[in-house]
């Protein structure tokens, strides 16, 4: 009975902080995706699309957690001016979400170089940097990448990255792309079960355990 109460107790405490912060990150290099490297054509013809495929583990990463998963995208592209790119994602259920799509500066389509960015919905608006890489640090997608959600965690499956180059006067490569997968936050704990109550909720099992092994052996 005591060591019952207290596997019991534990369980309580694990259970509070489960899936919290979990993520998943699958890179196209290091899992063997298509495309990556590939250069990207000149316009008119057409861009690339580049594949790397989520195990079906993903599927059911964020479990218990109720507000699923949110997909954020690791972007390694260069390119001698990256206002004439544009960069979609598709999930498994051909649902897109557009990174990045003809981005402007100050006078006219970017000219600047490069990109090195983390595309997400928290990110902010992308911005035409004068240094190289133009495109870097957490940017918003175009459209949002939440249209790639689901509630209970990631469609597993293929998932294709496509570049397009609108212009024919510039040179470009796909690098590498990584697609992060992580999980949301769980609902608010009522105040009578924070972690704090659920330690000292432990402790009386444990004790409530061994008190009732005292009296068995006393009977």
Known sequence: MKICALWTGLALIGISGLAVGQSLTVDCVTSGGTNCPARIPDSPQ??????????????????????????????????????????????????????????????G????????????????????????????????????????HTTTGAPAGTWNLTVTDNGNNGDGALNDWSLVISCGTPPPVPAQLSRTMLAWMALALVLIGSLVLRLKRRT
Do not use: E
């Open 46 to 107: 057409p861009g690339i699309v580049s594949s790397i495929v989520i195990p079906p583990a993903a599927a059911t990463l964020c479990s218990g957690v109720s507000t699923g998963t949110t997909v954020s995208v690791q972007l390694n592209a260069t390119h001698s001016a990256v206002g004439d790119l544009v960069v979609s994602l598709a999930n498994p259920s051909s649902s897109t979400s557009t990174l990045l799509s003809n981005l402007q500066g100050a006078a």
């Open 109 to 148: 389509a970017c000219q600047g170089s490069d990109i090195l960015a983390t595309f997400t919905d928290t990110g902010t608006a992308a911005t035409c940097g004068a240094l190289d890489p133009s495109v870097t640090g957490m940017v918003a997608p175009v459209s949002p990448l939440s249209a790639l």
